[in-house]
C-alpha cells in the first residue's frame, strides 16, 4: 500500500485530548483524518474543496474548513470539532427551536460558524451574519430560520450579561 | 373513572403546533448518522468506473491488472450482474453496468471492492476498456427526427404527449408567442450519494443503507438485478442529506449490494461531488414554444405549445414530467381551448428525471412569461391580467378535468397585492451586499434599477395517470405509549415531526414513538410529487383512527356507553351523551392495540392521446412576488425580497411550512439566477461547488410569506403538500422582475426568456451593440 506505508504518524490534539494517527496518508485532509481514523463523523464533507462549510472546524479558535487543511500540518494547533461543543449550547438550541434544521447535513458546519461568529462579535448585525456565513452552504431552508436562529442565540446572551 | 374534570383538555404537540423536529438535537450536535457516516466491522470499500466517451461502443474490458492488485477483492462489470441486466422507474431500460454500449458520459461500466479508498482509486484506473466512439446524438430537437440514429433499443423517443382542446380555430384578438428556454439544473443535495450493504451469514441476502426516497422501490429494483426474492433484501433509510428528486432513481444500490454479495463483507460505497453529478438524474433541459391568444380586455381563448424535454441517455421518469409538463400548460388560468405538443427524447446527454416541481417548472416559467408579454400588449398590470383569468374550483382544465381542489386564485393574487413593497429603498443603504455584484463592489447604487415581478403556479400533487399510489402505516397502542412504524423515507421535510403530531391528535396522547424507518412494514411510496403529507400522513391518521375506534369500543363495553357517542377533546375522552369526561391516559392503561392501514388516493386515468382524462389527484396554487434591483449594463441582479401567498389547504406544523416555502424559493431562486449544469459534448464542464453555484445565506432575500388555510375536503385533515409550489413559480417571478427593471431602465426591447438568465443576456437586451 504505498500510499500509507509511511511509517511516520503524527498526534493531533482534538477537543482537548491527544489522538494519534498511525495508518493516514500523510498527505490526507483534517477532515478525512477526523472523519476516517479518529472516529468522529460530526464534521461533514459535501463538496471537498472549501465551498460548503459543512467541515468547519475551529483551528486554534479560527474558523476553517477541514477539508483545505492538511493534518499533518496542524499537530501543534488546537482543533475543536462539533462534537467538542459539549453539546446543548445555545446556539445549537437556538438551531433546533427556530426551525433552522432540515436535514441537517450543513448543521455542523453552521453550528461553528454562529459559534465562532458570536465569539468574535457579540452583536452582529444581519449582514455581519450574512456575511459570517456565506460560506456555509445549506439546500434545504433558503437560510430564513438559519437567520432567526443566530438571532436567538444573540438575544439569548444579551439577556444573560443584563 | 371519575368523571367531569374541569380543564383545558389541549394534547401538546398535536396538530396545528410547531414542535420540535425529533431528529433536530442529533443533528445540530453531529451525532446524527447520515449514510455517509455508516461503517461496519470488516468493511470494504466499493468505486464505480464510468464512461469517458458519451456514445461508444465497448470493445472489450480488461479486469486482470486490477484484480491481481493487493488490497482488491473483485471487479465486477455487466457479466457479473445475475439478474435483469437493467434497471428504471418506469421503464426498466438503464443497465447496472454498460453491456456493449455507453450512451453518456458518466455511464457506470464496472465497479471495484477493495480494502480502502486509495486501492480502488488505483484499481479504476488499471481497468482497461477498449472502446470504439460512435457519433454522439446531443440534440433533442434532432433526437425525434426518424432520420436521426437510434441510440437505445428502445428507440429514441420516451414519450409523446398531445393536449388538444375546444375549438382550434379561435383566434385572439391579441396574440403573443415566445421561445423559451430551461437549462439542466442540479438537485445538490449537500449530504451525497452512500450506502453500506451487509450481507447475510449464509449468503442468501443483504441488508442495504441507502439514503433514498422510497425504500420498497429500491427494493423491487434491487432484488429483480440481483435475481433474489424480495424477502432476501432489506432496505434501511440511512439518514438523508437532502433529496429534492435526485434519489429518486437507482444510483449506487444495486452496485453495493452485488459488491456485498461477491465478497461476503459489508462494503461502503460513497460518491464524490463530482461523481454525484454524473450519479443521479438531473432536471430537464427544455425547449418551449407557447402562443395564446386573447380578447382585446386579456381574456384568454386559446394556448397552443410545444415542449421539447431531453431526458438524456435513459428514461428515468422523463414520461411521467413530460405529461406534468403539458397538463400544466395553462397554469392556474382559464383556458378552453388548446394545442399542445409534448415529446421527451434520449439524447447521449446526461439522464434527467425528478426534481422539486416535476415538469411544472418548466411549464411555469413558459406561461408565466407568456401572461407578462400579454399583460403588456393589453396594456394591463401584470396582476390584473392573472386576476382576469384566474382559475377557481370547478373549472374545467385543457384536459378535461375538472378542478375539484380549492383552487383559491384570486385570494393569492389579492394577497400578493396587499403585501407592502419591502422598506428597503433602492439607494438606502450603501453596505456592499445591498447592491446587485455584492461584496465583489462592481456597481454603484446610482446604476442600479429596481423591478418588481409576479409568479403564479398550479402544481398537481401526488401520482397521476392510474398509478396505484398508496402508503402504509402502522399505529400501536402499549399502555399510553403510541409506536408508529412507516417505510417513508424522511428526507429532512419533516414527516417524521407531523407524523407524531398527528397520532397525538387522534388519539390524545402525547408519547408517540417512532420505529426505525425500513421495509419491515409496506410501501409508503415516494417522497416526491408533494405526496408524503397527504398519503403517509392520510395513513398515519387512518391507522391511529382504527386504533381510536377500537379504544371507543372498549370503553363503551366496559362502561356501557355506545361507542358512537365517545369523542377525544385534545387529551380527554368525552361522552357526547353525558358530557362525562376522562383523561385519555387513563383510559387506555394496559391497553394493547395494533393496527396498520394501507392508505390510497383517489383513482385517476391515463391520458388518452389528446390528452384528456381525469389523470391528476389533486392541485395546489401559489403565488410569488420579486423585487430586484439590477445593474442593467453590468446584467448583475440582487433579489430583494421574494413575497408569497401559498394555498396550504391547512398549516399541520406551521414552522415546517414556512422551511418549505423558503427553502423552496431558494432552489427557483437558482434556477432563474445561477444554477446551470454546463455540458460540453455530453461532459460536465462544472461539477463542483466552485463552479456550479447555489444560493448562499448572501444571495437569499427576506421571504415574507402568507398562508391560505382553506382545508380541501379531498385531503386528509385538509393539509395539501407544500414542497414543490415554493419553487415553481418563484422562477419566472425574478425573471419577470428583472425584465420590470429593463424596461423601466428604458431601451429595453427584448423579452427575456431564458433560464437562468446570464448577466449577458440583461446587457445585451438593452445595449443592441453587444448582440451577436
Same mark, same amino acid.
Given at each position: ?162 | ?398 384536459? %378535461?378535468? !375538472?378542478?375539484? *381542489?380549492?383552487?383559491? #386564485? +384570486?385570494?393569492?393574487?389579492? &394577497? /400578493? =397585492? ?21 461584496? %465583489?463592489? !462592481?456597481?454603484? *447604487?446610482?446604476?442600479? #434599477? +429596481?423591478?418588481?415581478?409576479? &409568479? /403564479? =403556479? ?21 399502555? %399510553? ?38 421495509? %419491515? ?252
Amino acid at each position: 500500500m504505498t500510499y500509507t506505508s509511511d511509517e511516520k504518524h503524527f498526534e493531533l490534539t482534538v477537543n482537548g485530548s491527544k489522538h494519534q494517527v498511525k495508518d493516514s496518508f500523510l498527505g490526507a485532509s483534517l477532515l478525512s483524518v477526523l472523519r476516517d481514523h479518529i472516529g468522529m463523523t460530526g464534521s461533514k464533507g459535501a463538496c471537498e474543496e472549501g465551498e460548503c462549510g459543512s467541515c468547519s472546524v475551529l483551528l486554534d479558535g479560527n474558523l476553517v474548513c477541514s477539508c483545505l487543511v492538511l493534518a499533518a500540518s496542524v499537530t501543534q494547533s488546537s482543533i475543536v470539532t462539533i462534537e467538542g461543543l459539549g453539546g446543548a449550547t445555545d446556539v445549537q438550541q437556538a438551531f433546533v427551536e427556530c426551525g433552522a434544521i432540515q436535514c441537517g447535513f450543513c448543521s455542523p458546519g453552521l453550528v461553528m460558524a454562529t459559534t465562532n461568529l458570536l465569539d468574535r462579535n457579540p452583536d452582529p448585525d444581519v449582514d455581519d451574519v450574512r456575511e459570517a456565513l456565506a460560506g456555509n452552504l445549506c439546500r434545504c431552508t433558503g437560510y430564513g430560520r438559519i437567520l432567526d436562529a443566530v438571532q436567538v442565540a444573540v438575544d439569548g446572551r444579551k439577556r444573560n450579561k443584563l | 373513572m371519575s368523571d367531569l374534570e374541569i380543564r383545558e383538555s389541549v394534547v401538546r404537540g398535536g396538530i396545528g403546533q410547531s414542535p420540535l423536529r425529533p431528529d433536530g438535537v442529533s443533528k445540530a450536535e453531529g451525532s446524527y448518522l447520515f449514510s455517509s457516516d455508516l461503517s461496519a466491522d470488516n468493511m470494504l470499500i466499493g468505486k464505480t468506473l464510468r464512461s469517458p466517451h458519451q456514445h461508444a461502443r465497448i470493445l472489450s474490458i480488461d479486469t486482470s491488472k486490477a484484480l491481481a492488485m493487493q488490497g482488491v477483492h473483485t471487479v465486477i462489470t455487466a457479466d457479473d450482474v445475475p439478474g435483469k441486466p437493467t434497471y428504471g422507474l418506469i421503464s426498466s431500460d438503464q443497465p447496472v453496468f454498460a453491456d456493449e454500449v455507453v450512451r453518456y458520459i458518466g455511464e457506470p461500466i464496472a465497479a471495484v471492492v477493495a480494502d480502502d479508498e486509495d486501492i480502488c482509486a488505483r484499481a479504476i484506473a488499471a481497468i482497461d476498456v477498449v472502446y470504439e466512439t460512435l457519433p454522439a446524438l446531443t440534440d433533442a430537437r434532432f433526437a425525434a427526427d426518424p432520420e436521426s440514429m437510434e441510440i437505445h433499443p428502445d428507440g429514441n423517443v420516451i414519450r409523446e404527449q398531445n393536449v388538444v382542446c375546444g375549438d382550434l380555430s379561435v383566434v385572439g384578438d391579441v396574440i403573443v408567442e415566445d421561445r423559451y428556454t430551461i437549462g439542466m439544473q442540479d438537485q445538490a443535495f449537500l449530504g451525497l450519494e452512500a450506502a453500506l450493504a451487509i450481507p447475510d451469514a449464509d449468503g442468501a441476502g443483504v441488508e442495504c443503507h441507502v439514503a433514498t426516497q422510497w425504500l420498497h422501490e429500491d427494493l423491487a429494483q434491487i432484488a429483480a438485478c440481483l435475481d433474489l426474492p424480495e424477502t432476501a433484501i432489506r432496505m434501511v433509510l440511512g439518514g438523508v442529506g437532502g433529496a429534492f428528486g435526485g434519489r429518486e432513481d437507482i444510483s449506487l444500490q444495486v452496485h453495493v449490494c452485488l459488491l456485498a454479495l461477491a465478497t461476503g463483507r459489508p462494503v461502503k460505497m460513497h460518491y464524490s461531488r463530482s461523481e454525484s453529478f454524473l450519479g443521479h438524474v438531473h432536471r430537464h433541459p427544455a425547449e418551449i414554444w407557447m402562443r395564446h391568444h386573447a380578447t382585446k380586455d386579456g381574456r384568454i381563448v386559446k394556448v397552443e405549445a410545444e415542449f421539447i424535454f431531453d431526458g438524456g441517455a435513459y428514461a428515468s421518469t422523463s414520461s411521467a414530467v413530460l405529461v406534468n409538463a403539458v397538463t400544466h400548460t395553462q397554469g392556474p388560468y382559464k383556458c378552453d381551448n388548446a394545442y399542445v405538443r409534448g415529446v421527451a427524447v434520449r439524447t447521449n446527454n446526461l439522464p434527467c428525471g425528478a426534481m422539486r416541481g416535476f415538469g411544472v417548472v418548466q411549464a411555469c416559467f413558459a406561461h408565466e412569461r407568456q401572461m407578462d408579454l400579454l399583460a403588456q400588449k393589453c396594456n394591463l398590470d401584470p396582476l390584473e391580467i392573472r386576476r382576469r383569468n384566474a382559475m377557481a374550483t370547478g373549472d374545467r382544465l385543457i384536459t %378535461g378535468q !375538472t378542478v375539484e *381542489s380549492v383552487a383559491p #386564485v +384570486r385570494e393569492i393574487i389579492a &394577497g /400578493l =397585492a396587499a403585501i407592502p413593497e419591502p422598506s428597503e429603498t433602492l439607494h438606502s443603504n450603501g453596505h456592499p451586499y445591498r447592491l446587485p455584484g455584492g461584496a %465583489g463592489n !462592481t456597481t454603484r *447604487s446610482s446604476d442600479v #434599477v +429596481r423591478g418588481v415581478g409576479y &409568479g /403564479l =403556479a398550479i402544481k398537481n400533487l401526488m401520482y397521476s395517470e392510474a398509478f396505484d399510489d398508496y402508503s402504509t402505516a402502522r399505529c400501536r397502542l402499549d399502555d %399510553g405509549v403510541i409506536t408508529l412504524k412507516f417505510a417513508t423515507a424522511e428526507v429532512g421535510q419533516g414527516f417524521i415531526t407531523i407524523a407524531a403530531q398527528i397520532a397525538r391528535s387522534t388519539l390524545g396522547l402525547e408519547d408517540v414513538r417512532l420505529d426505525p424507518i425500513d421495509t %419491515g412494514v409496506g410501501s409508503a411510496g415516494s417522497t416526491s410529487a408533494s405526496r408524503q403529507t397527504w398519503m403517509s400522513g392520510g395513513a398515519v391518521e387512518a391507522a391511529c383512527l382504527k386504533v381510536r375506534q377500537l379504544i371507543f369500543e372498549h370503553v363503551a363495553a366496559t362502561t356501557g356507553c355506545d361507542a358512537f357517542a365517545l369523542v377525544i377533546e385534545g387529551d380527554t375522552l368525552v361522552n357526547t351523551t353525558n358530557g362525562q369526561r376522562w383523561p385519555m391516559l387513563q383510559i387506555v392503561s394496559g391497553l394493547v392495540i395494533d393496527e396498520e392501514v394501507e392508505f390510497r388516493h383517489r383513482p385517476t386515468v391515463p391520458l388518452d392521446e389528446n390528452g384528456q382524462g381525469d389523470c391528476h389527484t389533486a392541485f395546489a396554487f401559489v403565488g410569488h412576488r420579486a423585487v430586484v434591483d439590477v445593474d442593467v449594463e453590468l446584467g448583475l441582479v440582487r433579489v430583494v425580497e421574494i413575497a408569497t401567498v401559498q394555498d396550504v389547504g391547512r398549516a399541520l406544523n406551521p414552522l415546517s411550512v414556512t422551511g418549505q416555502i423558503e427553502g423552496g424559493i431558494a432552489q427557483g431562486l437558482g434556477l432563474a439566477l445561477m444554477e446551470e449544469i454546463i455540458q460540453r459534448d455530453g461532459r460536465i464542464m462544472n461539477p463542483s461547488f466552485t463552479d456550479y453555484l447555489i444560493p448562499t445565506i448572501a444571495d437569499m432575500p427576506p421571504v415574507v410569506a402568507q398562508l391560505i388555510e382553506i382545508p380541501d375536503p379531498q385531503a386528509p385533515m385538509g393539509a395539501k403538500g407544500v414542497g414543490e409550489p415554493p419553487t415553481i413559480s418563484s422562477t419566472p417571478a425574478i425573471i419577470s422582475a428583472i425584465q420590470n427593471a429593463m424596461n423601466r431602465s428604458g431601451g429595453a426591447d427584448t423579452h427575456l426568456t431564458r433560464v437562468p438568465i446570464r448577466p449577458s443576456d440583461i446587457a445585451k437586451a438593452v445595449n443592441s451593440n453587444l448582440r451577436d
